[in-house]
Nanobody
Framework: QLQLVESGGGLVQPGGSLRLSCIASGKLGWLDHIGWFRQVPGKDREGVACIDHSGGITDYAEAVKGRFTISRNNAVKNTTVYLQMNSVKPEDTGDYYC?????????????????????WGQGTQVTASL
């Protein structure tokens, strides 16, 4: 089994910064990609960023490019993926989830589509407001 636990959410003023963490423990495949998604009531879930197994390949939604940075630290016991959120905007408000996607080879592109992501965390809430 694989467990994902997000943390770091909270209230942030517009223009401020926040760092989300996702700890993946258990049977994480060495090639597994990890993505960050956000959900706002009444809207479709949006893939915010994704990262490949090595951290060398990333992809971002247009709305967050230049403001958010995804990174990962692969340790022996678990893997931690971060989402550094800078210059936060009110429209960044939502529930943020991390998820894992198993890929067959190192040549598979990182994807922000939720299809293919198998394991999901419980989410952490981000509110950008004065």
């Amino acid at each position: 089994q694989l467990q994902l636990v997000e943390s770091g959410g909270g209230l942030v003023q517009p223009g401020g910064s926040l760092r989300l963490s996702c700890i993946a423990s258990g049977k994480l495949g060495w090639l597994d990609h990890i993505g960050w998604f956000r959900q706002v009531p009444g809207k479709d879930r949006e893939g915010v960023a994704c990262i490949d197994h090595s951290g060398g390949i990333t992809d971002y939604a247009e709305a967050v490019k230049g403001r958010f940075t995804i990174s990962r630290n692969n340790a022996v016991k678990n893997t931690t993926v971060y989402l550094q959120m800078n210059s936060v905007k009110p429209e960044d408000t939502g529930d943020y989830y991390c998820a894992t996607r198993r890929v067959p080879s190192v040549h598979v592109a990182c994807s922000r589509r939720s299809e293919g992501y198998e394991y999901w965390g419980q989410g952490t809430q981000v509110t950008a407001s004065l």
